[in-house]
Antibody, heavy 123, light 110 residues
Framework: EVQLVESGGVVVHPGGSLRLSCAVSGFNFDAYTMHWVRQAPGKGLEWVSL????????NYALSVRGRFTISRDNSKNSLYLHMNSLRTEDTALYFC????????????????WGQGTTVTVSS | QTVVTQEASFSVSPGGTVTLTCALASGSVSAGYYPSWYQQTPGQAPRTLIYSTNTRSSGVPDRFSGSILGNKAALTITGAQADDESDYYC??????????FGGGTRLTVL
């Protein structure tokens, strides 16, 4: 069974830093593009970032570019989101998601999702 | 700022058919935008219905179908059921290599 489990969400002050993790199992992690998507309280979904299966390609939403960094450790079946210079508007439930097809580029969307981890940025 | 638009709300009768759409504020949606559709009920993670225009995700019943209608991506639900009452989101892949979600459609079955 494919599983994605996010962790690392906490309450942090504006300007602070945080690293989210996504531990996966049940599929060949090193063959799939991965995404981070977030959802602010009571709002819609917002795509945040992606990383290709080989970590060669990454991309970011304009709202987080230059502040967030996506990475992966294929040896640990883990995806990460390093978040710096956090703002109150980064408060959200953060989901990781895998692409539906293996060895594909950044044009593959989200398919299987985790349950999310909550980040709260507040003074 | 790329804007993807969806109907804010829609209603359908049980057993009925409904088509939700996903449009670009400027320009036409084509298969090259790899439109995908997600269903989300309150407090739950999104569930993937359709990706790359018309490919059903694993386990999704064929009551759900995706297409391009005119200049928009579309999600059609046939034989609507009570548990189809959810928020539905589309997402498009932009030429610059990033993804943009629509604002979502709240579907009511009544």
């Amino acid at each position: 069974e494919v599983q994605l489990v996010e962790s690392g969400g906490v309450v942090v002050h504006p300007g602070g830093s945080l690293r989210l993790s996504c531990a996966v199992s049940g599929f060949n992690f090193d063959a799939y593009t991965m995404h981070w998507v977030r959802q602010a309280p009571g709002k819609g979904l917002e795509w945040v970032s992606l990383i290709s299966w080989d970590a060669v390609r990454t991309n970011y939403a304009l709202s987080v570019r230059g502040r967030f960094t996506i990475s992966r450790d294929n040896s640990k079946n883990s995806l990460y989101l390093h978040m710096n210079s956090l703002r109150t508007e980064d408060t959200a439930l953060y989901f990781c998601a895998k692409a539906p097809t293996s060895y594909s580029g950044s044009w593959v969307p989200m398919d299987v999702w985790g349950q999310g981890t909550t980040v709260t940025v507040s003074s | 700022q790329t804007v993807v638009t969806q109907e804010a709300s829609f209603s359908v009768s049980p057993g009925g058919t409904v088509t939700l759409t996903c449009a670009l504020a400027s320009g036409s949606v084509s298969a090259g935008y790899y439109p995908s559709w997600y269903q989300q009920t309150p407090g739950q993670a999104p569930r993937t219905l359709i990706y790359s225009t018309n490919t059903r995700s694993s386990g999704v019943p064929d009551r759900f179908s995706g297409s391009i209608l005119g200049n928009k991506a579309a999600l059609t639900i046939t034989g609507a059921q009570a548990d189809d009452e959810s928020d539905y989101y589309c997402v498009l892949y932009m030429p610059s290599g990033f993804w943009v979600f629509g604002g979502g459609t709240r579907l009511t079955v009544l």
